[in-house]
C-alpha cells in the first residue's frame, strides 16, 4: 500500500445556513479545500452524508455535487454510515489513493439539518436506530444514548457532576474555533440546570443540530511532490469496525466495542501506542459518548474517563489534547459531515495552522468518527512528516 | 332460549385501566354541584384510559385473562367476537387485532358488533350459538369500550373504559358455569344514539329511564324467569347494567331483588359505566368470588334499545380457575388520579398538533 | 412505517415472537439470521417470556413525531426471563417508581397513529408487574 497524504482542508462555520443550498454549502468547503491544495484536480469526489434523501429530498449526491463544482465527469459516489459517514468516506477515499487505483480524491461530508421542523429532524437523525424495534417505540436516539449514560453512571458510580465537566471543557475549546457552532464558554451551572431531553442526558449534554460542509484533499506521494508541500501530513493508520445495531444485542452498554477494535486495527497499521498520540478529535455527540470514547481509545482506564476529565489529562495544554476544537458538542455536529471536519481540525494541527486552537507539538493526531451509538466506527491516525 | 347442547363459560376475563378522574374534579371544572352530583349519579370516579390504550388493547388484555382461567388448547377455537361502540376504526374489525394479539387460530369467524351497551351480551350470546349448535368448539366473546361523554355533559361523569372477556365452550366438568337460558327483548327506542361523524352521542336526558333502560330491562328478565320457572330469590346474584349507580338499584327493587343480591356486581360507583363491558364486568366480578352451584342474573341493556338477559348456574371447576388471572378487583384497587387537564390530553379531547408540517 | 413493513412485524411487535438459537440457547429479539454467540445458524421463532427487569431506563422529552400526547414517556432496556434484551416504552407506572432491577409484564398497547388518518400502530410496552396490594393515590 502506498502513502497517501492530505494536501489541503476546508471548512464552513457550522450553524443554521438558509441562505445556502445543500450544494452551495459544500462548494464552499470544496473551494477551500482546493485552494488550499495549489488548486489540482480531484480524479473522483466522495461525499458523506446521512440525511440529504429524508430531509432535502435529495439522492444522488455525488453527480449533484461534483457538477456543482466543475467535476463533472469524474468518478464520484456518496457514503452514509449514519453520524460517522465522513469518516467512512474518509476510509473510502484512503482506500481509493492508497490502492494506487486515484492520485488526487476530494473527500467532503456535507449536511443541513436546520430546515425542517425538529421533530422531522429528530425522526430523520433516529434512522440511526433500529427502525422496527427501537424507533418504533418511540426511543429517540438521544434516548438510546440516555440508556447507556444511566448504565455507565450507577456502574461507575460517577455523578452528574462529573460528566458535566464534558461540555465545560467542548465550550472552552470551542471559544477558540472560527467555525465552531456554539463558540463560547459556559459556566457548570448552566450545564447542570440545562433541561433535561431524555434523562439524564440534559441539553447541554448533545450536540447541536446545525448546517456544515467540510472537505480534504487526498493525494499520493507523487502528487504532493509535484506541490511540494513542507509541513506533510500523513495517513498513518486507518481502522473500520461495527457493532450490533439493536443496543439490546450489545455485549455491554459500557463500551462501544466497534471503537476499541477501530482504534486496535489503526494503532497497529501507524505502529503506535495510545501513549503517542498527541491530540484527539473525538466523537462526542453526547457528553457519555465523549467519556466512553476516552476509555475506548486507550486514553483512559476503564470508569476512569470522568476522573481523569476532571483533573485536566485532556486539556488544550493537558496530556492529551482532546476536542481543541470545541468537539461535536460546541464546534458541531452536522452529522455527515463532522468526519471529516476531524479529519481537517488535525491536519491544521499537524500542520501547525490551527491558530488559537493550536496544541504545542503536534506530531500524532487522531480521529474518531461513530455511527449510531457505535455500531459503526471509523479511526485515522495522522502523523506530521517533515 | 337454549342450545341444544348445554353451553358454558372456560374462562372470564376483565380489565380496567389504572387511570380515575374523580367525578368532583369534573364538577369543579364545570361548575356543579358536587354532592349533587355524586348522590344523585350514585358514581365518586370513573376509569380512564391512558394515551397507549383503545378498545383492542383493552380487550387483548381481558381476552387473556380470560384464556389464562379457559387452560384450552387455543387451536379449538372458532369464533371471536367484539361488541363496542368505541371500535379504533370504523371500518377494520378490532376482532382481527385481538385474534392476532392473543394468537388465536386463522380459521375463525370473526367480527365486530354494536347495539351500544348491549353488544358485549350480544357478542357472548352469538358465541353461545356457535358453540350450542356444534359449528365450533370453543369461542371468545367480548365486551370493551371506551366511552366518551361530550365536556360539560352530564354523560361525563359515568363514560368510562373496561372490558370483559369470555371462552365459551360445551358444558363439561371443566366449565366453571353454565347457561341455563337467555332472553332477549328489543324496540326501536331512540333514547341515545351518536350520528357517523359525531365525537360524542346525543341523548334523550330523562326519557333514557322508563321508556328506555327499565322498560327493556324488566321486560327481559321477567320474560327470562317465567320461561325458566324461576323466582328472584333463586337466584344469588343479580348483574344489572349500570349506567349509574341508581338505576340498577331501581331495577332491582322493581323486579324483588335486594341489595345483598346486585351489591357485588355493581362496579359503577367505582369506576364509571364502561358500556359494552358494563354488564360483563360486572358478571366477571361476581364470578371472581361466586360458589358452585350458586345462581346469576345477568341483565344488560343497550340504548336503541334492547336487553339481553342470561341465568347462569356455577359449576365446581370455579375454585380451581378462580385465581389463574387478577381479579376486577385487582384492577379496580390499582388506581392512579388525574386532573381533568390530563383526563382531556389522554382522551385528546382537544386537538394535539403532533408536529409542525 | 408503510403498510406492509408493519404487517410484516405483527407477530414480533404483537406477541413478542424472536428467534433462540437451539444450540446455544441465545435468545434474540429482533430476531437475526445466524446466532451472534455461537455462530449457529439453527434458530427457532418462539414467542418469548413476557416478564423481565429493566437493566436501565430514561425519560424522554425531546420526542419523535407520532407521540406528543405521550410525552414524557420512559423507555427502558428490559432484561427478558429468557436472556434476551430489548427496548420498549415502560407504561402505567409513575416516573418516580421506575428503578433499574424493577421487574416489569408485557402489556399488548397502542404504540401510535399518524394524525387521524393511518394505520394504528399496536405493540408491546411494559408495565410494573401488577402487585397483590393496591396503588396509593
Redesign the interface.
Known amino acids: 500500500m502506498r502513502k497517501v497524504y492530505i494536501s489541503g482542508v476546508g471548512m464552513t462555520k457550522i450553524g443554521a445556513h438558509w441562505n445556502q443550498s445543500l450544494r452551495e454549502l459544500f462548494a464552499e468547503a470544496a473551494k477551500k479545500a482546493l485552494d488550499d491544495s495549489g488548486n489540482l484536480t480531484p480524479e473522483a469526489l466522495i461525499v458523506g452524508n446521512m440525511s440529504a434523501g429524508e430531509l432535502d429530498n435529495q439522492a444522488n449526491l455525488g453527480a449533484y455535487l461534483a457538477s456543482y463544482i466543475g467535476l463533472t465527469g469524474v468518478a464520484a459516489f456518496r457514503v452514509e454510515n449514519a453520524c460517522s459517514s465522513g469518516g467512512a468516506a474518509f476510509h473510502a477515499g484512503y482506500l481509493a489513493v492508497a490502492s494506487g487505483i486515484y492520485d488526487i480524491v476530494l473527500v467532503g461530508g456535507v449536511e443541513k439539518l436546520t430546515e425542517t421542523p425538529t421533530a422531522i429532524t429528530t425522526a430523520a437523525l433516529a434512522e440511526a436506530a433500529d427502525q422496527e424495534y427501537e424507533a418504533y417505540f418511540g426511543a429517540s436516539f438521544t434516548t438510546l444514548n440516555a440508556l447507556v449514560m444511566r448504565k455507565y453512571m450507577e456502574h461507575y458510580n460517577v455523578p452528574y457532576e462529573k460528566i458535566a465537566n464534558w461540555p465545560l471543557l467542548m465550550h472552552e475549546n470551542a471559544a477558540n474555533n472560527p467555525y465552531a457552532q456554539l463558540p463560547f464558554k459556559v459556566s457548570k451551572e448552566t450545564i447542570l440546570k440545562s433541561p433535561v431531553i431524555a434523562d439524564p442526558i440534559r441539553l447541554f449534554d448533545c450536540s447541536p443540530t446545525g448546517d456544515g460542509a467540510a472537505a480534504v484533499l487526498l493525494i499520493s506521494e507523487d502528487k504532493l511532490n509535484e506541490i511540494s508541500m513542507d509541513d506533510r501530513v500523513v495517513v498513518a493508520g486507518v481502522g473500520m469496525a461495527t457493532d450490533t445495531l439493536p443496543l439490546g444485542h450489545r455485549e455491554s452498554l459500557l463500551t462501544l466495542n466497534a471503537s476499541r477494535i477501530a482504534a486496535e486495527k489503526a494503532y497497529k497499521m501507524a505502529k503506535i501506542t495510545p501513549k503517542d498520540v498527541n491530540v484527539v478529535e473525538l466523537h462526542d455527540a453526547f457528553s457519555i459518548l465523549g467519556i466512553i470514547s476516552l476509555e475506548d481509545l486507550g486514553f483512559s482506564k476503564q470508569g476512569k474517563g470522568a476522573s481523569d476529565l476532571e483533573n485536566g489529562k485532556f486539556s488544550r495544554d493537558g496530556e492529551i489534547a482532546v476536542n481543541s476544537s470545541g468537539g461535536l458538542k460546541a464546534r458541531g455536529h452536522p452529522v455527515g459531515a463532522t468526519g471529516v471536519y476531524q479529519i481537517a481540525e488535525i491536519t491544521l494541527q499537524l500542520k501547525n495552522a490551527a491558530e488559537k486552537m493550536q496544541v504545542d507539538n503536534a506530531e500524532v493526531g487522531l480521529a474518531h468518527n461513530v455511527g449510531g451509538l457505535g455500531s459503526a466506527v471509523s479511526v485515522t491516525i495522522l502523523k506530521r512528516e517533515r | 332460549m337454549k342450545p341444544k347442547e348445554d353451553v358454558g363459560i372456560y374462562g372470564w376475563g376483565g380489565y380496567i385501566p389504572?387511570y380515575r378522574i374523580l367525578s368532583e374534579e369534573i364538577a369543579r371544572i364545570w361548575g356543579d354541584d358536587k354532592n349533587r352530583i355524586i348522590s344523585g349519579l350514585g358514581i365518586k370516579e370513573k376509569a380512564v384510559a391512558?394515551?397507549?390504550?383503545?378498545t383492542?388493547?383493552l380487550a387483548?388484555?381481558a381476552t387473556l385473562n380470560a384464556l389464562k382461567r379457559a387452560n384450552i388448547d387455543k387451536s379449538y377455537v372458532g369464533a371471536v367476537l367484539i361488541g363496542s361502540e368505541s371500535p379504533?376504526?370504523a371500518v377494520k374489525a378490532t376482532a382481527s387485532?385481538v385474534a392476532?394479539?392473543v394468537?388465536l387460530p386463522r380459521h375463525i369467524i370473526a367480527a365486530d358488533l354494536e347495539f351500544a351497551c348491549k353488544a358485549g351480551t350480544d357478542a357472548m350470546i352469538s358465541v353461545i350459538g356457535l358453540v350450542g349448535s356444534g359449528m365450533i368448539k370453543y369461542g371468545i366473546g367480548i365486551g370493551a369500550d371506551i366511552a366518551q361523554g361530550a365536556p360539560g355533559d352530564a354523560l361525563e361523569y359515568s363514560a368510562a373504559a373496561g372490558a370483559a372477556a369470555y371462552v365459551i365452550g360445551p358444558k363439561s366438568k371443566d366449565t366453571v358455569a353454565y347457561f341455563e337460558g337467555v332472553t332477549a327483548y328489543v324496540t326501536d327506542t331512540p333514547d341515545f344514539w351518536r350520528r357517523p361523524r359525531e365525537k360524542y352521542p346525543q341523548h334523550g336526558e330523562g326519557f333514557t329511564g322508563e321508556p328506555a333502560y327499565f322498560r327493556h330491562i324488566i321486560s327481559a328478565a321477567k320474560t327470562l324467569m317465567e320461561d325458566l320457572g324461576l323466582k328472584p330469590n333463586d337466584f344469588n346474584y343479580a348483574v344489572f347494567h349500570q349506567p349509574n349507580g341508581k338505576f340498577p338499584r331501581r331495577a332491582a327493587k322493581k323486579l324483588g331483588f335486594n341489595e345483598d343480591q346486585i351489591k357485588f356486581g355493581l362496579l359503577t360507583p367505582r369506576i364509571g359505566n364502561t358500556y359494552a363491558a358494563s354488564t360483563p364486568l360486572g358478571l366477571a366480578a361476581v364470578l371472581d368470588m361466586a360458589k358452585p352451584g350458586e345462581r346469576i342474573l345477568a341483565v344488560s341493556f343497550g340504548s336503541g334499545a334492547g336487553s339481553d338477559a342470561m341465568s347462569i348456574l356455577v359449576q365446581d371447576a370455579i375454585e380451581e380457575k378462580r385465581n389463574l388471572a387478577?381479579l376486577i378487583e385487582?384492577y379496580i384497587?390499582?388506581?392512579?388520579?388525574i386532573d381533568y387537564g390530563l383526563y382531556v390530553?389522554?382522551r385528546?379531547k382537544i386537538d394535539?398538533?403532533?408536529?409542525?408540517? | 412505517m408503510s403498510v406492509p413493513r408493519y404487517w410484516r412485524e405483527i407477530p414480533h411487535h404483537f406477541r413478542l415472537v424472536g428467534t433462540v438459537c437451539k444450540n446455544c440457547g441465545e435468545a434474540f429479539l429482533p430476531p437475526v439470521k445466524k446466532c451472534q454467540k455461537c455462530g449457529s445458524e439453527d434458530l427457532e421463532e418462539k414467542e418469548f417470556p413476557r416478564v423481565g427487569k429493566v437493566l436501565t431506563y430514561s425519560i424522554v422529552y425531546a420526542i419523535p413525531r407520532g407521540f406528543k400526547n405521550q410525552k414524557p414517556y420512559p423507555i427502558a432496556l428490559i432484561e427478558l426471563e429468557n436472556g434476551a434484551r430489548i427496548v420498549a416504552q415502560l407504561t402505567d407506572c409513575d416516573l418516580t417508581d421506575i428503578h433499574t432491577g424493577m421487574l416489569v409484564e408485557a402489556v399488548f398497547r397502542r404504540i401510535t397513529s399518524y394524525g387521524e388518518r393511518g394505520i394504528i400502530k399496536y405493540g408491546y410496552k411494559f408495565r410494573p408487574i401488577m402487585e397483590e396490594k393496591p396503588d396509593q393515590e
Open positions: 389504572r391512558g394515551p397507549d390504550e383503545d383492542a388493547t387483548t388484555e379504533p376504526y387485532t392476532e394479539a394468537g387478577p385487582s384497587k390499582r388506581r392512579k388520579v390530553k389522554f385528546k394535539i398538533i403532533d408536529y409542525m408540517e
